[in-house]
């Protein structure tokens, strides 16, 4: 590969030949140079720049002078990168295909107040030319020297050959599917009090890539949540999605990526929206051949919007929401100015209800769960059930019921009765139901007898879990 750096500075650029990049160029794997840009002027003084035009502070570079310096350069096509703090941000995506791209790379180093806009618009005019006007980051720089050096070296480096082990590139946060590198240690095993994670030395490599995958995707979350809106949802795994959960985003069934999830309780304008969310979710918490009118019997006894409020209203029910949606909670519903926006723009979607849980607390610290068989099995006093756990349809398997499940299990934990911490929280599940018991088993849930339960006409065959909340 080709690469020419034009600068008033070609000093700047000796690093080029220390290192990776000194050995490529050694290699032939690069043949790379550097120009002063002043060598093309013809002026006593060497003269490139002027003052800028409409005024203002500072001084511009000429067209002129950087056309003489590019034109012989760019005289086979190629591509122009001009690296500016109004640039679009530089990604490994940018530096994928500079790599795998043919034609020169020319990189023109701006200073002072930058180029002299009519250079990039000209070769941006030119079929055979690519111009890339790049920066680094958010903050400015004297000049492009240092943005010089990192876009070479961000592209040598993908060169055949340069690196010793491919695989070190394949594995490096920005390549692959966009989240950031795990932490990484290396020997003496105890440095300073602090422990290499024993994961890492315990020799079991599945256990170990399932670690690394998790700090990868927690820094993801913690550093550049922006990285996570743009994975792809066809290429996480279950054990991924179930992570992601934990880190505040799901991914609703059919969407092509993660989006945010907040767990909050539920407030008096929920009522409406979490009815409609129960009765469209009861039927499929209910085993096959449950009958219709016995759905719907229960669905307008127990899940009306009034039963909701009263729940919201009362001190002895913890009902949690979690909403999926563009905004946060606080933009688009209720009264705030996210409503105003909403209604102005017409744009911000308003959050949607994808799941909620109810859970009772007693209304005594001694107080026995209300049926005979739970009461025969639960024994931790006070005790509260986990009444309700509903999840939309297209958020089943999306991570959304480990996160409203924990956060329930937080809440209870945390509540008292008569003074007294919960020390337990029950919940009964169809018995059938493998896909909840296991959910509710990785949550911390054993199953601690049977228990029937009604709906209609018709008994179910329960079974009782229970989470010690000591
Ligand atoms: N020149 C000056 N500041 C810069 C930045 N942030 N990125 C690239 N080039 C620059």
């Not at 023109?108 to 006007?133: F, K, M, P, S, T």
């Not at 505040?248 to 069934?253: A, I, L, S, T």
């Not at 563009?326 to 959050?351: C, F, L, N, Y």
């Not at 059938?432 to 709906?455: D, I, Q, S, T």
Request: with cysteine.
């Amino acid at each position: 590969m080709r690469i020419d750096v034009v600068t008033i500075f070609p000093d700047y650029l000796a690093p080029l030949d220390l290192s990776l990049i000194g050995k490529a160029r050694r290699d032939g794997l690069v043949d790379l140079a550097v120009h002063d840009l002043r060598d093309v002027t013809t002026d006593r003084h060497r003269t490139v720049d002027d003052t800028p035009a409409g005024g203002g502070a500072g001084m511009v570079m000429r067209a002129d002078v950087w056309g003489e310096a590019l034109d012989p350069l760019l005289a086979v096509g190629g591509v122009l990168a001009i690296p500016a703090p109004a640039g679009e941000p530089l990604t490994q995506a940018t530096l994928d295909s500079l790599a795998t791209g043919d034609g020169p790379l020319v990189v023109a180093c701006g200073r002072y107040e930058g180029i002299d806009a009519r250079v990039a618009e000209h070769y941006r005019g030119r079929d055979d030319v690519r111009v890339l006007e790049y920066s680094l980051g958010d903050y400015v720089l004297n000049g492009g020297e240092v943005a010089a050096l990192a876009l070479v070296e961000g592209v040598v480096r993908l060169l055949p050959g340069v690196v010793g082990n491919p695989d070190s590139l394949a594995e490096e946060s920005h390549a692959g599917d966009g989240t950031l590198e795990y932490p990484v240690y290396t020997r003496p095993t105890e440095w300073r009090g602090l422990e290499i994670p024993p994961v890492l030395t315990s020799g079991d490599h599945g256990a170990a890539a399932a670690w690394r995958r998790e700090r990868s995707l927690e820094r993801t979350a913690a550093r550049r949540p922006d990285l996570l809106d743009a994975l792809d949802a066809g290429a996480l795994t279950k054990a991924d999605r179930r992570t992601l959960a934990r880190l505040g985003r799901v991914v609703p069934d059919g969407a092509p990526s993660p989006v945010p999830v907040t767990v909050r309780d539920a407030g008096p304008d929920d009522a409406e929206a979490l009815a409609a969310l129960a009765a469209a979710t009861f039927a499929l918490a209910c085993p096959p051949g449950t009958a219709e009118e016995d759905i719907a019997a229960f669905v307008a006894e127990h899940l009306t919007a009034e039963r909701m409020a009263a729940h919201i209203a009362s001190p002895t029910a913890i009902l949690q929401v979690a909403e999926v949606g563009t905004g946060r909670a606080e933009d688009g519903t209720g009264t705030g100015a996210g409503s105003v926006r909403g209604a102005a723009d017409g744009a911000t979607a308003r959050p949607e209800l994808a799941g909620y849980t109810l859970t009772h607390l007693p209304g005594s610290a001694d107080a026995v769960p209300y049926a005979d068989d739970v009461a025969a099995v639960v024994i931790a006093r006070p005790a509260a059930e986990l009444s309700k756990i509903y999840i939309a349809r297209a958020y089943l398997g999306s991570g959304l019921g480990r996160l409203l499940l924990d956060s329930a299990v937080a809440a209870t934990a945390t509540s008292e009765v008569d003074g007294e911490p919960v020390r337990a929280l029950w919940l009964g599940t169809n018995a059938r139901n493998r896909r909840a018991r296991k959910a509710y088993e990785r949550a911390g849930f054993v199953v601690v007898g049977p228990r029937r339960f009604r709906v209609g006409d018709q008994v179910h065959d329960d079974v009782v879990m229970v989470r010690d909340l000591t």
